[in-house]
Structure formats: structure tokens, C-alpha cells
């Protein structure tokens, strides 16, 4: 076998020797596919910010917990629901602080600490500052942020507020409150307006939206966060806001918070178009509108009219088609992708009378064909070019009347802990990039996950959120890629305590709550809307109706560093073909940060030197502002990266017993192939072969056995669905041959055998004659592991331009 002995030993001599030196990135997210680019101006944590990030996805690299962990679940009483918490930067120490704000008449602030799960502290709004105006109900304060400098911020009623550690650096110090600051009046449509929603840019500017369709910005910095600085866009509603005949429920409204991408744009959803606006550093544009399909609404459980959703972005290249993601507000509601920059040229609507801007639209049913009404009050959760959609309809609203209409959505969530009259359903639906439409890959109308806002662990293929089963709340994990349950923890609370009583007792409201939780004694666990979050050391943070439950595993489930490398690679490439000085600038962050993890992935010797190699010189030509010589380097070491390389790889488990292969090349494009690979029964064991099911691509590769050239390779990537794990290994079965032709897989470590069987057009061709010697291996993405078989001259039965037959003994 060939291989570049000089040039690696010379690459490992000058590279590792002394340990890698590099510089750190501005935010060292873990790295992942299809991961949007960290914001520097956010704290570096698992959720420094509503929805995760300013792509508003729901979902994120880090890991939840797994199957075959012990996950405990513990539970903190509060006197309200905290819709979702902001996670700190790591102090010095190596700890996290969890920020939260309760909804409510309080205006409660509170900080948790993640290792012990205790209160820090807490600030009452209400009690503690003399001069806090009233408090109004709804969400105000729902949406917050936590910044790279550990400050706490957050939007409420007409004003910001800004809280920190008392001791600048001592997460254990008291929380100091730091002052309010009210937003101008230009802020706000009327006097009736109130914020709704906020996030942060990729210039680190504070973007906030009223309830009555005014967009503001104002400086992240916490000292520039004055009413002076804010800039602010009419209202969508013109002058309307003025006309007293005009009434505020015939307003466009907003009731969801804002998206934002790496631009310095920003999306916003009212109850009857979708929008975007630019922030240049010294105005707000508005680029663009689009109308969506609405009803009026039907539920209680609607917040408002329209869509339900916060918007979510998805795609993340430059080259990747590019949308922001809603539910719209039909009474049978229909998921809608709308292309977010340019619409492509010759894009035509979808049907007469749509906006060209809709690229797809797809009713939400959640498998029940029959369906006429469907319903979401949550963001739609979204990776790569997926997206899933969960149930919030009651089967009967009854119950959750109230006499007070602003307690009405409260009301109905909490009667969500009803197992007779529970939402239940969820749904994926995909981009096809090929086919440019939407299709709904799976529905599962069996798992009812009442009212928690979703998340998603890339690495571990879990989906997440509070659901109820036999009237038991607790958190579900539920497999991203085929919609089946894999895992359920019940809460910890079950059902409330006397403790919880006196909490509701306390508070202002409570009079209302307490018959919903004498009736519906589970309901302390009810997620009423609250985000389920993922955190430090793979847990999971649920907000509550009064407190917030967490759950920690007992492992933390690694994404493998060759994974986010590879996924460093893809950013940096993505950087340089948008070629821009501050892409080119912060591709070259991201390749530092994809090379500390390339130090330490599992590759063969010859691979890791030359990813390394390309990578590095990628990174050079990055940090010299040339994107164009950085782009070829950077595909170079990608390359290197996949299952099958350029080049063999080193230290394969040869096939000691036998080994053949048999390809047929028929003019009628009848192809076949079988390879099978015969080795010691203890070669290699099942503990040690990468997981299909999970996260490992798997790749047959052939090479010329001289130069090391690359002659094909078939990749077949992981899956649950065609991928099962069995008691003797793993076995992929797919009749429809999707990847690369490939129809059978048999990894049986027990019996020391391999078999890999393919046919059809799909199956990418061998040139023949082949030229031998040659090698064949079977490669995966997770590990360095892989088996392979040479072949010479003295092993061909028969090779002409139709048909390879080779067997080695």
C-alpha cells in the first residue's frame, strides 16, 4: 500500500512534537454540522439566549441525555413559570449560573447554581425596588439574554432591564440590579405597546419588537443600553397607531419573539405577514414583507392571532437554500418555509395567488388524515433542513375557561395535565434541496408533549421536551430521525407538595391556580409554555408552572473531535466562499478551533497529517485575507476528513481468513457488487465498532494498490431506520438502494465477517479492467476503525470491461 511516509513523518515532527499552539476562537461552541456560527457577543454556554441562538432553532450541538444513562431528575419551586433561562458564561471556577425571570406580577429575578442546584439569590421586582412601575401580565420578560461579560438582560413592559453578580466574577454573589432603562416612545405604536419579544445581532446590538409592530435596536453594551441610543422603525400599523377609532385588537399584531442571522438581519412574524429588516450599524431597513394564510383564532390557547411560532431559520451556507420558518394561522395549520435572502431565479408560486417568497407549505395533521384543525403555540424546531412540529390542541377547551381573558392560555396549558383531554402528536417535515418541496418524513400521533417549547441534541439524535404519559409528567427523548420514543424520565414532583401550595398561597395570583392544581394535583410539572433546555454536563432545564425541574445523567455523551472537525472544515469553507473581510476573519477563528479538535481526533496516522496540513494552510491563507487560496486548502483537508480519503488509510484489520470481491457492469445498468470480508473470530468486537444507529457514516472505498489513488467509494450514512443493532452486530437493509446503490450491510464482530452487497444504476461505476494491485476498505466517520482486503494480481478470477471476480486467501 502507498502511503507519503516522508511528508507525514515531517507534518507529525513539526505539528505535534511540542503540542499544537493555537489560538482560541471568540466563542467555542462545540462544533457540529449544520450549526449556525456562534455569536461572539453572547455567553459562551449551551443556551445563552431564548431559543438556543439568534437562528431561533430550538436545537443545538451539545449533548442531552442518552440511552443507558441513570438521569435524575430534581425539582426547585418558584413562585411562577419561567418561560426560559439564560446560561452563563463558564467563571473561573468552572461553574455555571442559570438566569431566569418569572411571569408575573412580581417581576421575580432569580440565579441558580448548575453543580448544586440551589437559589444564589433572587431580586423581587416588586418588593426590593421603590420605584418599579406596575407590572402588567403577559409576556413581557419571557425573552432574555445572557452576555459574554455575564450580565443578564431582558425586556419588559416599555423598558430594559440589566442585572449582574454583585461580585463581578463570584457567581455565588447576591444579584445586583443594575438599573431599568425606559425605551423612547418612538419605541412603541401607542400607549397601549408593550415589548413582546428580543434578541441579539451579530454586531452584538440588542434588536427588540412591540407587541404592535415596532422594531427597535439599541447597543448590547450594558453602559450604552440608554434611551438615546435606540433606533427604531415605524410601526407596521402607520397611522393606524394614532386613529382612537382604530382598536387594539384590529391592529397587525406581534406575540412571538425575532430571528436573526449573521447579517444583521432579522425576522418578525405579526398576525398577518412575515418580515425582515437589516441593521446596518445606523438604520433599520425594512427588505422585504410576505402575507401567510390565518383564521381567526379557535383556541385559548392562542396568544394571538396568526402564526404561534417565533420564527426559526434554517440553513446555514452560503450555498445551502436559505428560509425562515413558521406555522401559520389556518385553522388546519400548515407549516411554511419562506426563502429568507433572494428568491431564486425563475422561482415560481407555489399557487396562484402566493407569495413567490413561500417555497413550501405543508398541513400539519400529525398522521390523522382526517384532520381539520391542528394547533402550535410553539417555535418550530429545526436542524439541517428538518423541521417538527408539536400538538398544543386540546380535544376539549371547557375546563380552561376563565373570567379573567388575559389568565386564558394559562388556564388551557395547565389543563394539558388532563389525560382525557391531553394534546398529543408531533411531525417532521424536510427540505428536499433536490426536489426543492417539503415532505413530512414521519408523524407520531401517539406522544403528547402538552405545551413545552422542544429542543434537539445533535449529539445524541435526541429530541427533547416535557411530555405526559398515564398522567405522569416527565421528559421525553424521542429519536430525531425516525420520531419514536427512546427514553422517558419521570418529574420529580409528583404529585405537588404542600410546599407548592404555599408558594401559589404567596403569590398574587394564586387564588385563580390553586382549583386547576387540586383538580389536576400533577400540575407543578406542567411546562405551561416554558422552553426545554439543554445545559452544562448533558442535562436538560425545564421550566415548570412554579419552578424548574432538572435532569442530569449520570455521562455525558461526546461528539467525536474527527466530527467537529470536519464540521470546522465545512464552516471555514462556508467563510471563505462568502469571502467578505469580517467571514474571512471569523473562518479563520473557526478553523483554529476546528484544528484544536483535528489535534485529537481518532484518524489513521497518514489522514490526520495531511487534514492537518491542508487545514492549517487553509487557516494561513484565511488570517492573510486570501479566501479564494484558503477555499482549496480548506477542500483539500475535508477531503482527508470523509470516510474515504484520497489515500488509504493505515492500520486497517486485514481480512486474515479470506476476502472477494464481484462486480458486474452490464450495458443494461444491472450492476452489482458484493465484497466480503472474512477475519478471526476475535478480531474485532462489537464494543468496538462505531454505531450506525447513532452517529457513524459508514463508506466502502477502492483504491489503486500502487499509487494510493482513490477509484470509488459508496458512503451509506447513519440511521435508526435502515441501520438496526442485533445481538452478533449491525445489519442495513434498503430496498429503495438511496445511498450510493447499496442494498445489504453485515457487521458480525462474533462470527468475524463483513458484508457489503449493491446493485442498480446507483452504484457509482469501477473503470474497468481494473489496474491491480488494488484495496478495497470499509471506512467509517466516528473512529479510525476500518477493515480492508488487498487484492493482486494472483486473486482475479476475471477482470475485463463488464465483470471484476477477485477472492484472497
Known amino acids: 500500500m502507498y502511503y507519503r511516509s516522508a511528508l507525514v513523518s515531517v507534518v507529525f515532527s513539526t505539528l505535534f512534537a511540542a503540542g499544537p499552539v493555537l489560538a482560541a476562537a471568540p466563542c467555542l461552541t462545540a462544533l457540529d454540522a449544520d450549526q449556525p456560527l456562534c455569536n461572539a457577543a453572547l455567553a459562551d454556554s449551551p443556551w445563552p439566549i431564548s431559543h438556543a441562538g439568534p437562528y431561533a432553532q430550538g436545537s443545538v450541538p451539545f449533548a442531552g441525555p442518552d440511552l443507558g444513562q441513570t438521569i435524575a431528575a430534581d425539582h426547585l419551586g418558584l413562585q411562577g413559570p419561567p418561560i426560559t433561562l439564560a446560561m452563563s458564561p463558564e467563571y473561573a471556577d468552572g461553574g455555571t449560573a442559570v438566569w431566569g425571570t418569572i411571569l408575573g406580577l412580581l417581576g421575580t429575578v432569580f440565579k441558580i447554581d448548575h453543580d448544586t442546584f440551589e437559589i444564589i439569590d433572587s431580586f423581587v421586582v416588586r418588593d426590593e425596588d421603590p420605584n418599579a412601575p406596575p407590572l402588567p401580565l ?19 413592559a416599555t423598558w430594559v432591564e440589566i442585572y449582574r453578580d454583585a461580585v463581578a466574577g463570584d457567581r455565588f454573589s447576591d444579584v445586583e440590579f443594575v438599573r431599568r432603562e425606559f425605551l423612547p416612545a418612538e419605541s412603541f405604536c401607542r400607549a397601549s405597546d408593550l415589548l413582546v419579544g428580543g434578541t441579539m445581532l451579530s454586531d452584538g446590538t440588542l434588536a427588540f419588537v412591540s407587541e404592535q409592530a415596532v422594531v427597535s435596536v439599541v447597543p448590547g453594551d ?32 406581534v406575540s412571538n419573539s425575532i430571528a436573526a442571522d449573521e447579517n444583521g438581519g432579522f425576522f418578525v412574524v405579526t398576525s398577518e405577514a412575515m418580515y425582515k429588516y437589516h441593521w446596518d450599524g445606523a438604520a433599520i431597513t425594512k427588505l422585504w414583507s410576505a402575507e401567510y394564510d390565518s383564521d381567526p383564532p379557535f383556541s385559548l390557547l392562542r396568544l394571538g392571532p396568526g402564526s404561534g411560532a417565533t420564527p426559526s431559520l434554517m440553513g446555514t451556507d452560503i450555498d445551502e437554500d436559505r428560509f425562515v420558518v413558521i406555522t401559520d394561522g389556518q385553522e388546519l395549520m400548515h407549516l411554511v418555509l419562506m426563502w429568507r435572502d433572494e428568491i431564486p431565479a425563475g ?21 390523522d388524515a382526517s384532520a381539520t384543525r391542528s394547533l402550535s403555540e410553539q417555535s418550530v424546531l429545526v436542524r439541517g433542513n428538518a423541521a417538527v412540529v408539536v400538538s398544543n390542541l386540546l380535544s376539549d377547551e371547557s375546563n380552561a375557561v ?67 404519559r398515564d398522567g405522569v409528567w416527565g421528559l421525553e427523548g424521542i429519536n430525531f430521525a425516525s420520531g419514536e420514543s427512546e427514553l422517558f424520565v419521570p418529574a420529580s414532583q409528583q404529585p405537588c407538595m404542600q410546599s407548592d401550595f404555599d408558594i401559589l398561597n404567596s403569590g398574587p395570583l394564586g387564588l385563580f391556580f390553586i382549583p386547576f392544581v387540586e383538580r389536576l394535583p400533577n400540575s407543578c410539572e406542567n411546562s405551561l409554555f ?11 432545564y425545564q421550566g415548570t408552572f412554579i419552578g424548574v425541574t432538572k435532569y442530569s445523567p449520570d455521562a455525558v455523551t461526546q461528539v467525536p473531535a474527527r466530527r467537529q472537525a470536519t464540521a470546522g472544515v465545512l464552516q471555514g469553507i462556508d467563510m471563505a466562499k462568502r469571502g467578505d473581510t469580517e467571514a474571512v476573519e471569523r473562518g479563520e477563528a473557526q478553523m ?89 473470530k476475535d478480531a474485532f468486537t462489537l464494543a468496538e465498532t462505531p454505531d450506525p444507529t447513532d452517529d457513524a457514516d459508514y463508506a ?96 482475479v478470477r476475471k477482470n475485463d470491461g463488464t465483470a471484476l471476480k477477485v477472492r484472497a486467501r
Open 138 to 156: 403577559g409576556v413581557g420578560g419571557a425573552y432574555n439574554v445572557v452576555d459574554d461579560d455575564f450580565s443578564f438582560i431582558l425586556g419588559r
Open 347 to 367: 422561482w415560481q408560486p407555489i399557487a396562484p395567488g402566493k407569495d413567490p417568497r413561500i417555497a413550501c407549505e405543508v398541513p400539519i395533521n400529525f398522521g
Open 530 to 540: 416554558a422552553a426545554t433546555e439543554v445545559g452544562p454536563d448533558g442535562s436538560i
Open 592 to 680: 483554529n478551533a476546528a484544528l484544536v479538535e483535528l489535534a485529537t481526533a481518532d484518524l489513521d496516522t497518514n489522514s490526520a497529517a495531511m487534514a492537518t496540513v491542508f487545514a492549517t494552510a487553509g487557516r494561513d491563507h484565511l488570517s492573510n485575507s486570501e479566501p479564494n487560496e484558503a477555499l482549496e486548502d480548506l477542500e483539500e483537508a475535508l477531503d482527508w476528513l470523509t470516510p474515504c480519503p484520497p489515500e488509504p488509510q493505515d492500520s486497517c484489520l486485514a481480512a486474515s481468513r479470506s476476502g472477494s470481491l464481484n462486480v458486474q457492469q452490464p450495458l443494461s445498468g444491472k450492476n452489482r457488487l458484493v465484497w466480503n470480508w472474512k477475519g478471526d
Open 402 to 468: 376563565s373570567a379573567i381573558p388575559a389568565l386564558g392560555a394559562a388556564f388551557a396549558a395547565l389543563e394539558g395535565g388532563n389525560v382525557d383531554v391531553t394534546p398529543k402528536g408531533i411531525q417532521r417535515v424536510d427540505w428536499d434541496p433536490e426536489t426543492q418541496t417539503c415532505k413530512t418524513v414521519w408523524t407520531n400521533p401517539d406522544i403528547g408533549l402538552p405545551n413545552s417549547i422542544p429542543t434537539m441534541s445533535a449529539a445524541t439524535g435526541l429530541m427533547y421536551a416535557t411530555g405526559l
Open 222 to 253: 450594558p453602559n450604552q443600553i440608554l434611551a438615546a441610543n435606540v433606533v427604531s422603525l415605524p410601526s407596521e400599523n402607520g397611522a393606524d397607531c394614532n386613529n382612537p377609532l382604530v382598536l387594539d385588537e384590529d391592529l397587525e399584531i
Open 700 to 795: 466502502l472505498c477502492v483504491y489503486n494498490g500502487t499509487s494510493g489513488a482513490r477509484l470509488a467509494e459508496m458512503r451509506v450514512p447513519a440511521n435508526p431506520t435502515d441501520w438496526r443493532a442485533q445481538p452478533r452486530g449491525f445489519r442495513y437493509f434498503d430496498r429503495s438502494l438511496t445511498n450510493n446503490g447499496i442494498r445489504r450491510i453485515l457487521i458480525r464482530p462474533s462470527r468475524g465477517t463483513i458484508k457489503v452487497d449493491g446493485k442498480g444504476i446507483a452504484l457509482p461505476p469501477l473503470t474497468l479492467p481494473i489496474a491491480v494491485p488494488f484495496t478495497v476498505q470499509l471506512t467509517n466517520s466516528e473512529s479510525g476503525r476500518c477493515w480492508e482486503t488487498d487484492f493482486d494480481a494472483g486473486d
